[in-house]
C-alpha cells in the first residue's frame, strides 16, 4: 500500500484547503483511510476516516461540521475539503490506511502512513 498526501499550504483563518491523498495498492477492499495530523509539540491526532466498503464517514468532534472527506474512486484519491479554518487547525496532516472493517481512531492501529502535508493557518 502506498500513500502520498498533498495539498497543504497557508491559509488566512475563515478559509478553506482541499486535501489529497494518493492511494494504490490495496490488496483487499475492506480497508479505510483517515487522516490524522499532528501540530508542534502536540500528540498525532485523528481527524476523520472513510471506510471504503460502503463509504462511510466519521469525524472528529473538534471538525464535524467543518471538514468533509470524499473520494474518487477512478483516482484513487481521497480528499479532506477544509473549511472555516482555523489557526488552532495548523499541523501536518497525514493520511493513513489499515485493513480494518470499521474506522479506526488510534495512529498504532495503521499501518500505512503517506509522508504529511503541512497546513498553516495564519490569523
Known amino acids: 500500500v502506498q500513500l502520498q498526501a498533498s495539498g497543504g499550504g497557508l491559509v488566512q483563518a475563515g478559509g478553506s484547503l482541499r486535501l489529497s491523498c494518493a492511494a494504490t495498492g490495496f490488496t483487499s477492499p475492506y480497508y479505510s483511510i483517515s487522516w490524522f495530523r499532528q501540530a508542534p509539540g502536540k500528540e498525532r491526532e485523528w481527524v476523520s476516516c472513510?471506510?471504503?466498503?460502503?463509504?462511510?464517514?466519521t469525524y472528529g468532534d473538534n471538525v464535524k461540521g467543518r471538514f468533509t472527506m470524499s473520494r474518487d474512486n477512478d483516482k484513487h484519491t481521497i480528499y479532506l475539503l477544509m473549511n472555516s479554518l482555523e489557526p488552532e487547525d495548523t499541523a501536518t496532516y497525514y493520511c493513513a490506511s489499515d485493513y480494518a472493517p470499521t474506522c479506526r481512531t488510534r495512529p498504532l492501529e495503521y499501518d500505512y502512513w503517506g509522508q504529511g502535508t503541512l497546513v498553516t493557518v495564519s490569523s
Open positions: 472513510i471506510r471504503n466498503r460502503d463509504g462511510r464517514r
